[in-house]
């Protein structure tokens, strides 16, 4: 074989001396370790490549002290050093001179031969150029990488060298993860964490509505024609054929008919759904009312119902007056099942003057009218003079939602309506809001993760980053061939897929 050049360390050795020959010999050899088993022969325990030499034989002819002393400063480095042979100029081994060159003086040292003999610890050469695969040149003689639709990547890596290779991978998300996993044929190697979450809830107080206007009720306070009785307490349903609005100072009765005993009309406020999608499940309601006659002879019902998303009463604050008289009596109905309503608490007090007695201030009079009902777990609370009458819902579960509010006003037929019934105020709180609040995960957009599998080394922009390994997993190669598969997965929020590239120099026997 004649060459025309042999570099080592870019030093042209043909430079100084003739060539006589090379050997490089056809591959590497083998190192197995093996131990005895019973029987015959010998269990296999693992195989290695072994190191090989590089002979190179040689001719001085001129200026031999010169050059001798040249060639003997370029061969006698301590660490690797690249050579190329003429005839694979795409490779270089990795090598350092092994032993004394040994050489032989001829015709009273006219010209001189030796032999040079180097040792490749690695065994194998390397492509001299490093191969790339980007999204840029995708699809090219390198591989392809394909965006899937779960935004993982799939890499088609062309590995034509003949053994496995150690790719560098830099990995730039373009959404957040939490979690990175390299999946190819020889292992996986999986980095962050993948339970981490891209959101978490967190809770507070919150206001869900404050009406106190005529345009706040009407938007939100809308007749409900799917109702057409309301729900039974002590007494029947009253049938839902009237119509009531908001006149003067708030809600009151509309248009009532005269058809059954009790008539009434009926309003529904759906409250409204937190961050979550959820309905409310911790409230506290407050709102005003008016409740005054102005003779004896008049009567009315005022309700206020809070049920849940299956239309079941959670709830029910009255306000009731049955016929000729002073006294009227405030009760509290709790849950009772079946869409039915149970009677929790009762007190009386003046209708013509709303005092629940002659020394105690208006309770429904112009300047007051304040009550409140909260939920909160599986507890109901109602107030009674600044007193908290509380009940626990044994027959639904604490998580049960308050999803409508209906207003029902009715009057007994032939009786005058008690004249100011009136709703002028209704705040809700949702003492339990729900909401999402974002989590900055571990790998932001535009990061730089890289791995390199040779090196088993991880770093996040880079920097050292090889606590985000995962124990168990593993650095690997990619084997010889075309389309060798390596699969890059997300967490799995991500919303985007990341930019990939990867870099290898491929390994040649």
């Not at 779960?150 to 290779?165: M, R």
């Not at 706040?216 to 009253?238: A, I, K, Q």
């Not at 770093?459 to 690997?476: H, M, W």
Request: include cysteine; aromatic fraction near 10%.
């Amino acid at each position: 074989m004649e060459y025309n050049s042999i570099k080592l360390n870019n030093v042209e050795l043909m430079d100084y001396m003739i060539i006589n020959d090379v050997r490089r010999g056809i591959s590497t050899g083998m190192t197995n370790v093996t131990e005895n088993k019973v029987g015959d022969g010998s269990n296999l325990i693992s195989s290695n490549l072994s190191s090989k030499k590089i002979e190179i034989d040689f001719t001085l002819l001129k200026d031999l002290i010169a050059t001798k002393r040249i060639v003997g400063k370029i061969t006698s480095s301590k660490q690797l050093q690249s050579i190329i042979f003429s005839d694979d100029p795409n490779v270089f081994w990795e090598v350092i001179i092994d032993g004394e060159i040994k050489a032989t003086e001829h015709n009273n040292g006219k010209y001189t031969t030796g032999t040079l003999t180097f040792l490749v610890p690695k065994g194998y050469a390397e492509s001299v150029d490093t191969k790339t695969l980007n999204n840029d040149n995708s699809g090219g003689e390198n591989g392809t990488i394909i965006n899937n639709a779960d935004n993982s990547v799939s890499v088609l890596i062309n590995n034509n060298g003949t053994l496995p290779i150690y790719p560098t991978i830099k990995v730039t998300p373009t959404s957040e993860t939490g979690y990175l996993a390299f999946v190819g044929q020889n292992g996986i190697l999986e980095i962050g964490n993948p339970d981490e979450a891209d959101t978490t809830t967190a809770k507070s107080q919150k206001l869900v509505c404050d009406f106190k206007t005529k345009s706040d009720f009407e938007t939100n306070f809308v007749p409900d024609t799917s109702w057409t009785t309301s729900w039974p307490t002590n007494l029947d349903g009253m049938p839902l054929n009237s119509t009531i609005a908001w006149k003067d100072d708030g809600i009151r009765i509309g248009v009532m008919a005269q058809s059954s005993l009790w008539n009434a009309g009926v309003l529904r406020y759906e409250v409204p759904k937190d961050d979550l999608g959820n309905y409310v499940k911790d409230w506290h309601a407050n709102f005003n009312t008016l409740y005054i006659q102005k003779n004896l002879e008049q009567c009315g019902r005022f309700q206020i119902h809070f049920v849940d998303e299956n239309k079941q009463p959670l709830a029910c604050f009255e306000i009731y007056k049955g016929g000729v008289g002073e006294n009227a009596s405030l009760n509290f109905w709790r849950i009772g099942g079946d869409k039915k309503l149970k009677h929790f608490k009762n007190h009386t007090f003046s209708a013509t003057t709303g005092k629940p007695d002659k020394n105690g201030s208006p309770l429904f009079a112009a300047s007051h009218g304040g009550q409140a009902i909260v939920k909160q777990g599986n507890k109901i609370s109602f107030y009674w003079r600044a007193m908290a009458e509380t009940y626990l819902m044994d027959d639904v579960p604490a998580s049960t939602k308050l999803a409508y509010v209906y207003i029902v006003i009715g009057k007994r037929r032939y009786y005058q309506m008690v004249a100011d019934t009136s709703l002028r105020s209704f705040k809700l709180m949702n003492l339990n809001n729900e909401y999402t609040v974002d989590i900055p995960n571990k790998y932001q957009p535009e990061d730089e993760v890289k791995v390199d599998m040779e090196k088993s080394k991880i770093t996040v922009n880079d920097l050292g980053a090889n606590s985000d390994y995962i124990t168990g997993s593993e650095f690997f190669s990619i084997p010889p061939g075309a389309s060798q598969r390596l699969d890059i997965v997300y967490s799995n929020f991500t919303t985007s897929p990341p930019k990939v590239e990867i870099k290898w120099k491929e390994r040649i026997l």
